[in-house]
């Protein structure tokens, strides 16, 4: 049976890999873990909680990781990476929260959803994007990546980057299936990085 009360809850991607670090595995693990006390709280006072969370720096990396290894292998796009990041920061969370909440005696469910979102193809977002995303690029670069269709800027630190659009989310295709999870007592994770388009 499900609580009346239900908190969603936002986990940044700035909170799992800070600005300035260079965040190992492990230290995302680390601060998943140093961010869910209030989570945990919410939980064993009986709230069913949705937690949705960000991908900035690590959608970030993987965009370096396409970049380094692209003589090698098929770069990966955007939507498949946010995907990825959804899974594997979805993944941290779930065990982290697991754990802390069997050490608590707390035997609730964790459970993390792919979360596809709809949004409009007429979307100004889509038309201007203005989302940073990834690491500077070389002048070099960002002309090829320009030339292959992709739209790079400058950023507020004259560094060349990757940018997109960040479209308003119209529905929640999964929606039903997180409802039927929180109907069964079940914390979800959800609409990692905003969702995939």
């Known amino acids: 049976m499900t609580s009346a009360r239900t908190a969603v809850i936002a986990v940044g991607g700035n909170a799992l890999s800070p600005p300035g ?27 069913s909680v949705v937690i949705v969370h960000g991908n900035g720096p690590q959608v970030g990396d993987e965009l370096v990781r396409n970049e380094k290894a692209r003589s090698e292998v098929a770069p990966l796009p955007l939507g498949v990476l946010v995907a990825g990041t959804a899974g594997w920061i979805g993944y941290m969370l779930q065990q982290s929260l697991e754990n802390d909440l069997r050490k608590a005696g707390n035997s609730r469910d964790v459970v993390t959803v792919l979360t596809q979102v709809e949004v409009a193809a007429d979307d100004p977002a889509l038309k201007d994007p ?11 670069r960002a002309r090829e990546l320009r030339t ?46 905003g969702g995939i388009p």
């Open 21 to 47: 670090e260079r965040s190992t595995i492990a230290d995302q693990f680390r601060h998943s873990r140093e961010s869910l006390g209030p989570i945990v709280d919410l939980v064993l006072d009986g709230w």
């Open 130 to 140: 203005k989302k940073f995303i990834g690491h500077g690029l070389s002048v070099v």
């Open 148 to 193: 292959q269709g992709h739209r790079v800027k400058k950023d507020a630190k004259g560094h060349f980057r990757r940018v997109v659009g960040s479209p308003r989310p119209l529905a929640i295709h999964e929606i039903a299936t997180i409802r039927t999870l929180l109907e069964h007592d079940t914390v979800v994770i959800a609409c990692g990085g």
